[in-house]
């Protein structure tokens, strides 16, 4: 099937579910990680990824090895952690991001969610070896970005985060029985605090989205469900 995305003719691909656990899967080595909810890659550091708790948890980021050590815990300072769902990872020039959603809202209540953008946390020493217990480190107030972010269409259920490097802007893909809408949220990385209205005008046939990527070169959007996932191929001519 075909839709438009960010106005470019785009392919959807479907991706069966397997619910076998692959032979090479790892536990993440972490007693206060109780429900992993979103997932991104290190841009800074090889081999590494970040995640956070579901609803419940502080407002915290993990980094583990992907043998499953736990590197660092990453507090940000100064807010409140409601609804975490999703997070993404992603550079402009040169520097590397980390971009957290809390957009969770499955009673559809809230006003308004938050996005959280910081630069990625630089691993010390203490936690580069094994045995010596996560880095313990404190973000700062005034060294993260907070989005607020209202939807033009009153409260939205999401759990999907995603960064678009070809128009620089983040996506949040809402979650319900029969599709997905697509919320485009302009931003900017010299602002602390900033407030957008979100319009969901387009939206794929794809039900109850948990989780969302684009690739770094911006030619996939990934959405994954309870059940299968999917790939979305954007149009090359622009």
Known sequence: MTCMLGMLTATIWFVGASAQVPEDAVALQSRDLTESSGLAPSWRTADVIWTHNDSGDGPRLFAFRIDGECLAEVTLDGIRAIDWEDMCSFQVDGKSYLEVGDVGDNSRRRKSVMIYVLEEPE??????????????????????????????????????LAYD??????????????RSRLHRIPFQLDQREQTHVADGKQALTIPLSTAADISPDGRYLIITTYGPGFVISRDQAN
């Open 123 to 160: 691993l010390g020493r203490a936690g580069q070896g094994r045995g010596t217990g996560p880095q313990k480190l404190t973000i700062d107030r005034k060294d993260f970005i907070r989005i607020e972010v209202r939807y033009a269409q009153g409260a939205v259920d999401c759990e999907s």
């Open 165 to 178: 490097p070809l128009r620089k802007e983040l996506l949040l893909c809402s979650k319900e029985s029969l």
